[in-house]
């Protein structure tokens, strides 16, 4: 037997596995982080991709600072600092800066837990404000992109002479990348804004590590376009959620810089046609409910063969996240139901992840070992366990009855950061 450890909300789960099977374990070699992270990102903001700092806007009286949700791990105690600076730098008063939570479809953000991913001399200082996507008082349409998107935007960024993002730049699952104007473009629109830019997650070209040909992803630097997104600050970490190299710029510049640095950490060169695929979120915050879990499926999925088997292990210790998602799938039990619902009702945020859990699921068995109750698991098109060792158990007595050699297995600890070349 060998031993193996994945990480697993706050902690890490440990389990064996047969020494007859062939294991591979799959990450993406270890890039060190920056030893000056607060250095990297005072040079990048010295140093736009563009060569245009922000001390060559002009007339800024104020200023819109769109960060990310508790749900994704962005270093902003070394971002933010040095970016309020510049903004002070050039004119700007501290009373007329917005820092604009970006939640997109999430849940807006109590004040009680802003502490959580901003540094408090920043809330101190700042006005600053969850987004709420149904807030219709607080959203001005722009207009509509060529893919017919209708462009609603907080109406704090809308009005603000300089308009900033910040975040970084990783993989994501239908998107491409995350990153650049994405924060501000999905994550503070309305409701409508992103229904029908997620509706384009049926194209084929909408997939992981594809942007120039993505079409979701350029509709979604159009709405970035639309409402006026200047100035991006992107990260790039690696495995431990820290900063490697950080970006800043225009947001389409900066995408186009970031992109390979953030391919160069996550690409690996493996097939995908392994028997059982054992899979890590990454922890916390990206396993915080399955809403944002199910991202490592579809990266998972493209290391598993047909008819193989996936085990999610993903904490989720705030459960499903999206009351939607679980709506849709009341009283349907087969992907083939999934889709012809989808089909029926139309897109919608929420259901979507019905529709992408379904696509796996046609294919691959999905096992889940987490922290939310297994009839509500059950009800989700997979099937639940309650330790990683009864996962592998269940596994491996599906996939035995189907393999006539040795049975190949992958481990994952970091499935949403790994993609096969």
């Not at 730049?169 to 994550?187: L, V, Y």
């Amino acid at each position: 037997m060998a031993q193996y450890e994945i990480p697993y909300g706050h902690t890490k789960l440990t389990f064996d596995l047969p020494s007859e099977l062939q294991v591979d374990w799959i990450e993406p070699a270890y890039i060190s982080p920056a030893p000056d992270p607060l250095q990297v990102v005072r040079q990048a903001l010295a140093q736009p991709i563009d060569n245009k700092p922000l001390s060559t806007f002009k007339n800024i009286k104020s200023a819109a600072v769109a960060v990310n949700d508790k749900t994704r791990p962005v270093p902003h105690e070394y971002l933010l600092p040095p970016l309020l600076d510049e903004i002070r730098s050039i004119g700007v008063p501290d009373e007329a800066v917005r820092i604009l939570i970006a939640t997109g479809t999430h849940l807006p953000m109590p004040e009680s837990e802003f502490g959580a991913i901003l540094p408090l001399d920043v809330i101190r200082r700042y006005k600053v404000i969850s987004h709420n996507c149904d807030d219709s008082e607080n959203l001005v349409f722009k207009g509509s992109t060529t893919r017919k998107t209708p462009v609603w935007v907080n109406r704090q960024f809308a009005e603000a002479d300089l308009r900033i993002v910040v975040g970084n730049i990783e993989p994501h699952h239908f998107a491409g990348f995350s990153g650049g104007a994405k924060t501000a473009a999905i994550g503070l629109t309305g409701r409508s804004t992103i229904n029908a830019n997620h509706s384009l997650l049926i194209e084929p070209g909408s997939r992981i590590a594809e942007y120039s040909q993505n079409p979701l992803r350029q509709d979604i630097e159009e709405i970035g376009d639309i409402i006026g997104v200047q100035f991006a600050l992107n990260a790039v970490l690696n495995g431990e959620k820290k900063i490697v190299r950080a970006v800043s710029g225009s947001p389409r510049m900066v995408m186009q810089s970031g992109i390979p640095i953030s391919q160069e950490l996550c690409q690996i060169e493996k097939n995908g046609n392994y028997d059982i695929v054992i899979a890590s979120v990454g922890g916390f915050p990206k396993d915080i409910n399955f809403y944002q879990s199910q991202k490592a499926l579809s990266h998972a999925s493209l290391f598993t063969r047909d008819g193989g088997v996936i085990i999610l292990a993903a904490a989720c210790s705030e459960g499903i996240g999206s009351a939607a998602y679980e709506r849709f799938m009341e009283g349907l039990s087969t992907p083939g139901q999934v889709f012809e619902k989808f089909s029926q009702e139309g897109f919608n945020v929420g259901p979507h992840k019905a529709f992408q859990v379904a696509r796996d699921a046609a294919r691959v068995h999905i096992i889940l070992v987490s922290e939310i109750r297994p009839e509500r698991i059950s009800s989700l098109l997979m099937t639940p366990a309650s330790a990683i060792d009864e996962a592998v158990h269940l596994a491996l007595q599906r996939v035995h009855s189907s393999v006539d050699k040795k049975v190949r297995v992958a481990v994952l600890p970091r499935a949403t950061n790994t993609i096969p070349v």
